[in-house]
């Protein structure tokens, strides 16, 4: 489907220049002087490559739409990661660094989505939130307050956060997953 140079959002996959490539941010700038553009940083799908490109409003780039599918994930083979098909069981191995920083959260029996393109799988995605176990945090230093202070806390899967004060080790926090940033004490 064409659309419009400007109407490009966070999250489309472009066909653009042969390759298909994932709108990660973009910024909308009317210079004073000629037409408004968009302009969009790019990052490929296949070879992890950004781009910065320009969109005018008279420009049409073919947005595609992915198939989803529902996985779970099983185990980790080396720097492979193995999938279940949730509806009829086959298994797939992909490429750890298809997921990037978000790999470090993979559980067991983890549900995820991957987006396939003809058949291929092109990307996976995580539950936005999942629950880690604080293994290590810093001590809290006297003087600090709770409103503006974090401290460096180690979560069981090997991954830095910055947490408030008031944990500590042993504790169950919810993490977003791609900002791998604390949101929340676990219930």
């Known amino acids: 489907?064409?659309?419009?140079?400007?109407?490009?959002?966070?999250?489309?996959i472009l066909e653009f220049e042969g390759g298909l490539w994932r709108a990660v941010k973009i910024q909308h700038t009317q210079p004073g002087k000629g037409g408004a553009y968009m302009q969009v940083e790019l990052k490929n799908l296949i070879d992890g490559r950004k781009s910065q490109n320009r969109f005018r409003s008279s420009e049409t780039v073919e947005r595609v739409r992915l198939d989803t599918k529902d996985?779970?994930?099983?185990?980790?083979?080396?720097?492979?990661?193995?999938?279940?098909?949730?509806?009829?069981?086959?298994?797939?191995?992909?490429?750890?660094?298809?997921?990037?920083?978000?790999?470090?959260?993979?559980?067991?029996?983890?549900?995820?989505?991957?987006?396939?393109?003809?058949?291929?799988?092109?990307?996976?995605?995580?539950?936005?939130?999942v629950e880690a176990t604080i293994v290590e945090a810093d001590a809290v230093v006297k003087g600090q307050t709770a409103s503006s202070s974090f401290k460096p806390a180690l979560l069981d899967n090997g991954v830095r956060v910055m947490v408030p004060p008031h944990i500590s080790a042993g504790m169950r926090i919810i993490v977003d997953v791609y900002a791998q940033e604390y949101v929340k004490r676990a219930d």
């Not at 489907?1 to 489309?12: A, C, E, F, L, Q």
């Not at 993979?106 to 989505?113: I, K, P, S």
């Open 1 to 12: 489907m064409k659309i419009s140079g400007v109407d490009i959002r966070p999250g489309n």
């Open 71 to 129: 996985f779970q994930y099983l185990y980790v083979d080396g720097d492979m990661l193995v999938f279940m098909d949730k509806d009829n069981y086959d298994q797939i191995t992909l490429p750890r660094d298809m997921l990037g920083d978000a790999a470090a959260f993979l559980q067991d029996g983890m549900d995820v989505v991957l987006e396939l393109y003809d058949e291929r799988p092109i990307s996976v995605q995580l539950p936005d939130q």
